[in-house]
């Protein structure tokens, strides 16, 4: 489990053909500070595990699957990527409740910086997931613990203060470039528990 506060942008180093998926490896140097074979790192709120790591390096085995699903297979060596590793039990919960699991994708329509150095991005929103995002609900954007500020039929705006924009790889970011987006997984058990509920009074009757 992660919170999506961002730990540090790394780079990508190298993309490998690896079979039928990728070795991908990522410059870093905080979340190697206690790696070991088998930890979790979020990248662009991706949970990957680390296969192999040195003094400045990891990398990770991205199967089709999660290249199809996620962002990551857009993109190229050099690209700046969020980093995070899990949530400890003795960790403060800065952010919100983030799996790393994502559920889909979506473009960035427009950027557009504020009078106060913030920023207002407007992205598209997915039919798929697009149910689970409300006006002042949380919302991993790449990784990002951020909160919608706006919510319309077809797309949602967040709010990025100037920190957030310097330490994460918002600022690299454009017009049309695709996110991974994870919506919170409280609205899902709320719907969930909605749904059963519902069924159980229709069987009752």
Same mark, same amino acid.
């Given at each position: 489990?992660?919170?999506?506060?961002?730990?540090?942008?790394?780079?990508?180093?190298?993309?490998?053909? +690896?079979? !039928?998926?990728?070795?991908?490896?990522?410059?870093?140097?905080?979340?190697?500070?206690?790696?070991?074979?088998?930890? !979790?790192?979020?990248?662009?709120?991706?949970?990957?595990?680390?296969?192999?790591?040195?003094?400045?390096?990891? #990398? +990770?085995?991205?199967?089709?699957?999660?290249?199809?699903?996620?962002?990551?297979?857009?993109?190229?060596?050099?690209?700046?990527?969020?980093?995070?590793?899990?949530?400890? #039990? +003795?960790?403060?919960?800065?952010?919100?409740?983030?799996?790393?699991?994502?559920?889909?994708?979506?473009?960035?329509?427009?950027?557009?910086?504020?009078?106060?150095?913030?920023?207002?991005?407007?992205?598209?929103?997915?039919?798929?997931?697009?149910?689970?995002?409300?006006?002042?609900?949380?919302?991993?954007?790449?990784?990002? !613990?951020?909160?919608?500020?706006?919510?319309?039929?077809?797309?949602?705006?967040? #709010?990025?203060?100037?920190?957030?924009?310097?330490?994460?790889?918002?600022?690299?970011?454009?017009?049309?470039?695709?996110?991974?987006?994870?919506?919170?997984?409280? #609205?899902?058990?709320?719907?969930?528990?909605?749904?059963?509920?519902? +069924?159980?009074?229709?069987?009752?009757?």
């Amino acid at each position: 489990m992660f919170t999506g506060i961002i730990e540090e942008v790394g780079e990508i180093r190298s993309i490998i053909p +690896s079979g !039928s998926g990728l070795r991908l490896t990522f410059s870093a140097q905080r979340v190697l500070d206690d790696v070991e074979l088998g930890s !979790s790192i979020a990248v662009n709120g991706c949970c990957l595990t680390v296969v192999d790591f040195g003094i400045d390096w990891w #990398a +990770s085995d991205a199967v089709p699957e999660t290249m199809d699903k996620t962002g990551l297979g857009t993109l190229a060596d050099g690209d700046h990527v969020n980093l995070e590793r899990p949530l400890r #039990a +003795s960790d403060r919960l800065g952010g919100h409740i983030v799996q790393g699991h994502i559920d889909g994708t979506t473009n960035i329509q427009s950027i557009y910086k504020q009078d106060d150095d913030s920023y207002r991005f407007t992205f598209a929103l997915d039919s798929d997931w697009g149910k689970y995002v409300c006006l002042k609900g949380s919302i991993a954007i790449d990784g990002i !613990s951020l909160t919608v500020a706006k919510v319309r039929t077809d797309s949602f705006e967040i #709010a990025v203060i100037p920190h957030t924009w310097s330490v994460t790889n918002l600022s690299q970011r454009t017009t049309g470039n695709l996110v991974n987006v994870e919506v919170d997984i409280l #609205a899902k058990y709320v719907e969930r528990q909605l749904s059963v509920n519902e +069924s159980n009074k229709l069987e009752v009757r």
